[in-house]
């Protein structure tokens, strides 16, 4: 069997294909919450259990209304996206002239009151969800074994993601949404509704947690701490990616992803950490992370 | 010593001075014993929150090392209680040292992020390190020993007495640190950071120091707390606990100097009384932070200080 540096290479290619799973989920987190903070100023803490609402909620549709998956994704998003819009309107827009640590305090309640909502009606142990038909069964690359939901979850993070950078880079939408993160004052008064704006944009970052939610219901166990599990690293990423980036969100994501997946091959109990020590060395290099600018 | 208290915060301090007399003698010493540790727990996010405005996530590394080197000490090397939370203090400012010099030059949310992330690493080692964290299981069956090896503190009223010198202690010298003239530059950097530098303060080794200092009360608390419970995991040295720092901090009234007592005794309280409702204390948790943000950012002292118009 084909080794290198003394593992096979199957191994290698089986954790680099995790590596990039779980790359996707922090690329398509790391991206809504860097968009939300980019226009809001806001680090939304809420994000990873909204993440998890998201796979309740595709969890929900299926179990209480019969709408399969193909439903739950397009719907899931738009539920959790909504549900973003009633907390910018009724909690979130009356902190925007206070402290910016103020954000942060009132999300991490927020994930609180949602994370231990969920533990309470579901219980710790959390519900199962199973890949639709379409996308069971696995297909033979030659080299490995490719499990066709893991496909499809890279693919759809990849097509996400792309759609997101072009729609904020390089549409007239994405150029208002700059403009107004850049000065809000001089967007407002060419009769902008900047406050409308800045709802939107937050229920679109949180409706993409809730869109990666749908994508990792078949894939982990659907349970009320999927969402804190994963928000630590989820920051670690932003801030290696640099503060408000899309692409290095984006980028990172997927990067640290894969350092994860071979960390998990030669040192196992590092893969938990490396993301934090990456971030360490980066912030030592470049303070402001790999794409952002100090601010 | 003039500790520059304030005619109110004069009264307040003979009204904490007779609460913790008295409190022995109403409710279980250990839970007063554990207010008093998270009390001075939160006093060291109080000098980063309310000095500096730097909001820390990752106050829990301090804390949990500070328990596992006074556990470990204590109970394998045999050393005595005082030179145990010596030397929780030393380590845990030791890691500050490291840490703060990594991230005292990011302003608010880097700040939190990166103290989250360092959390986080340590945490890890926690895990990992078995043979002195004990991993999973933590360690057990702290003794806590003689104090300099005569005065025996197996009863419960010794360690009171000890637990509450400690707390009074620590709450003087952070009362006394701020209206010292290091305490005026620090109150300064928060007011308006760049007119302190353009006065040639070296602002971050002020903040350095001020870090540094929180980090050295954790430790101080968790090691005392691990002597007071005589067990010490993961538990403290999670990021829960960093949030439940912060939690009390923000209850109590940032930036106030008792503040930190009142967090605390609501924290631990509500822990204690709504335990039997599972996952809600959670819930409550969260309810008290959108709460807090929204409503009650002075927290309860802070609140008592304007409705008195006085400073506490």
């Not at chain 2, 996952?279 to 948790?285: D, S």
Request: glycine share 14%; with cysteine.
């Amino acid at each position: 069997m084909l080794m290198i540096f003394g593992k096979p290479l199957p191994l290698l290619f089986g954790q680099l294909l995790l590596g990039i799973i779980n790359g996707s989920f922090y690329a398509m987190l790391s991206m809504g919450l860097a968009i939300i903070f980019g226009l809001l100023r806001i680090i939304n803490f809420a994000h990873g259990a909204l993440f998890m609402v998201g796979a309740f909620v595709t969890w929900g549709l299926l179990t209480y209304l019969s709408l399969d998956f193909w439903w739950a994704l397009f719907l899931a998003p738009v539920i959790v996206g909504a549900f973003g819009l009633l907390l910018e309107r009724t909690l979130i827009r009356r902190i925007y002239k206070l402290d910016i640590l103020y954000g942060l305090l009132l999300t991490f309640g927020l994930a609180l009151i949602l994370q231990g909502g969920f533990t309470n009606y579901f219980g710790s142990s959390g519900v199962s969800y199973n890949a639709p038909d379409a996308l069971s069964g696995v297909v033979n690359l030659g080299f490995m074994y490719l499990p066709v939901y893991r496909g499809f979850v890279i693919f759809a993070a990849i097509l996400v993601c792309g759609a997101t950078w072009f729609l904020i880079e390089k549409t007239r939408l994405g150029a208002l949404l700059r403009a107004a993160t850049a000065n809000p004052g001089l967007v407002q008064s060419f009769g902008v509704n900047v406050p409308r704006l800045i709802a939107l944009t937050f229920a679109f970052g949180v409706g993409l947690a809730g869109l990666a939610g749908v994508l990792a219901a078949p894939l982990y166990s659907v349970n009320p701490n999927m969402g804190s599990d994963l928000i630590n690293t989820v920051f670690a990423v932003v801030v290696i990616g640099g503060m408000g980036s899309i692409g290095g969100a984006i980028l990172s994501g997927f990067a640290l992803g894969i350092i994860e997946g071979f960390t998990d091959v030669f040192y196992p109990p590092g893969s938990a950490v490396v993301v934090f020590v990456v971030m360490a060395i980066v912030l030592l290099a470049r303070p402001a992370g790999l794409f952002g600018k100090l601010a | 010593m003039n500790f520059g208290f304030t005619k109110a915060q004069s009264i307040g301090l003979m009204l904490m001075v007779l609460a913790i007399i008295l409190a022995p003698f109403f409710f279980y010493p250990i839970v007063v014993m554990q207010v008093m540790c998270y009390a001075v727990f939160a006093m060291g996010a109080n000098l980063l929150m309310g000095s500096l405005g730097l909001l820390s996530l990752g106050q829990a590394a301090y804390f949990g090392l500070g328990g596992y080197i006074t556990g470990y000490l204590v109970q394998s090397l045999g050393l005595t209680p005082e030179l145990g939370i010596i030397a929780a203090a030393l380590g845990a400012g030791a890691l500050g040292t490291l840490f703060g010099w990594l991230v005292i030059r990011r302003q608010t949310i880097y700040f939190a992020m990166i103290t989250l992330a360092l959390a986080e690493i340590v945490y890890f080692f926690a895990v990992q390190a078995t043979r002195f964290t004990g991993g999973e299981n933590g360690i057990q069956g702290i003794p806590r020993g003689a104090l300099f090896g005569v005065l025996p503190l197996a009863n419960d009223r010794a360690m009171y007495a000890l637990v509450a010198v400690i707390f009074l202690a620590c709450f003087l010298f952070v009362h006394r640190i701020m209206h010292s003239p290091f305490g005026q530059v620090v109150k300064a950097i928060r007011e308006n950071e760049p007119r302190a530098i353009s006065l040639g303060y070296k602002v971050e080794q002020y903040k350095w120091v001020a870090f540094i200092l929180a980090a050295m009360l954790a430790g101080i608390a968790g090691g005392t707390k691990a002597m007071v419970m005589g067990i010490e995991t993961l538990s403290d040295v999670g990021s829960a606990a960093s949030g439940l720092v912060v939690l009390m901090v923000l209850l109590g009234g940032i930036g106030t100097i008792f503040g930190p007592l009142i967090g605390a005794l609501i924290v631990v309280a509500m822990q204690y009384y709504l335990a039997p409702f599972g996952a809600w204390v959670i819930v409550i948790q969260g309810v008290i932070f959108v709460a807090c943000v929204l409503v009650f950012r002075r927290g309860v002292i802070g609140e008592l200080a304007v409705r008195l118009k006085t400073a506490l």
